[in-house]
């Protein structure tokens, strides 16, 4: 569990989460909701810490400087494209530019991909992560507390 909360909270960090926040020129990056979509599986090491898996269908929505209704609109055809797209492919979403990103294979071994990062012109983001078996309460509480339950 441990190694779950550095990870989000590396994660986190490098979006700019700082917890709810509304939405305007701050900065901060809300925690949307959660949406089902494509199954994958993907793992990341963060050194000195250890190796994290993901496995899943459950994708969490975080926008920065954007609307999360927006955000959580543009995320069901987003991963339609996600689960046909190569690692390292656009994405299209009109006024932005969207990526499958890339992450090792869940055995440690391989390329994989667990994410879509998105920005438009004004430098807001839009970001899908599948952080799967962690439910939202558990990201959420993460974001506020830098623990999770029972961690």
Request: proline share 7%.
């Amino acid at each position: 569990m441990r190694a779950i909360l550095v990870l989000t909270v590396v994660t986190a960090l490098v979006a700019g989460l700082a917890g709810p926040a509304p939405a305007g020129p701050s900065g901060k990056t809300q925690i949307c909701g959660q949406k089902k979509g494509p199954s994958t599986a993907w793992s990341g090491t963060i050194p000195g810490i250890g190796t994290f898996k993901f496995k899943g269908n459950t994708w969490t929505v975080f926008a920065t400087d954007i609307r999360c209704p927006v955000a959580l609109r543009a995320t069901p055809p987003l991963l339609g494209q996600w689960s046909r797209a190569k690692v390292g492919d656009k994405l299209t979403l009109e006024g932005w530019l969207c990526t499958k990103e890339k992450a090792r294979g869940y055995s440690g071994k391989g390329v994989s991909s667990g994410s879509i990062g998105c920005t438009n012109a004004k430098l807001a983001f839009i970001a899908i992560h599948m952080y799967a078996p962690y439910t939202l309460a558990q990201i959420k509480q993460v974001a506020a507390t830098g623990e999770l339950p029972g961690g």
